[in-house]
């Protein structure tokens, strides 16, 4: 465990994933928002949380991609990626990472079973299943943080990371 810039791994987590964003014979560039605040270096295990962000960004970009057959000339594919500071009072401050795309959003069904390991949407040979069910482990279990997610039928879906700043005696094995 060693301090860490957020904003840096989220960044070179786009940077390997650019190729996927460009614009394509199938559909336009995806659009990346990024809402930066000022934030301190966070204690974590930074190839995991890069993990993390990876898993999250590829989801958004296979939900956006699959969107694209339907595009009307109005809808612009987009991530946008924020990150706050959250103090409720009494606890440990902790960032708050949020991953949102404007895709197809998630069904009422479904929604429960994404973080189950090996449930997957996608053809066979392209989703595990996994990617999802390890994020959750490594937020929730080695760091002790929230991860959590909202989607709604026909708006998109917002991936919810929050970490807290200190990891105060936890082992996270
Ligand atoms: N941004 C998103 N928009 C719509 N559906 C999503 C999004 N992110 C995840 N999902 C749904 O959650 C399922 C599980 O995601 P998860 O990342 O665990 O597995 P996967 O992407 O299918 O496969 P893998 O990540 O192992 O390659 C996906 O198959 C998809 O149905
Ligand atoms: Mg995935």
Not at 27 to 42: E, H, R, S
Not at 115 to 142: A, E, H, M, R
């Amino acid at each position: 465990m060693k301090p860490v810039n957020i904003h840096e791994g989220i960044d070179n987590t786009l940077l390997i994933l650019q190729y996927r964003l460009k614009a394509k014979p199938e559909g336009c560039a995806i659009q990346i928002i990024k809402q930066y605040t000022d934030l301190p270096l966070i204690e974590c295990y930074a190839g995991q949380i890069n993990q993390v962000f990876m898993n999250v960004l590829s989801n958004a970009i296979d939900a956006l991609e699959q969107d694209r057959q339907s595009i009307s000339e109005i809808y612009i594919p987009t991530i946008t990626i924020r990150t706050t500071i959250s103090e409720i009072s009494g606890n440990i401050p902790s960032v708050v990472i949020s991953i949102a795309d404007n895709g197809p959003g998630i069904s009422e069904q479904t929604i429960n079973l994404i973080f189950d390991p090996f449930f997957t949407t996608k053809p066979v040979g392209k989703g595990t299943g996994l990617g999802l069910s390890i994020s959750y482990q490594i937020i929730v279990d080695k760091h002790g943080g929230i991860f959590k997610c909202d989607a709604r039928p026909g708006f998109g879906t917002e991936f919810w990371i929050e970490i807290p700043m200190q990891q105060q005696g936890y082992r996270g094995y």
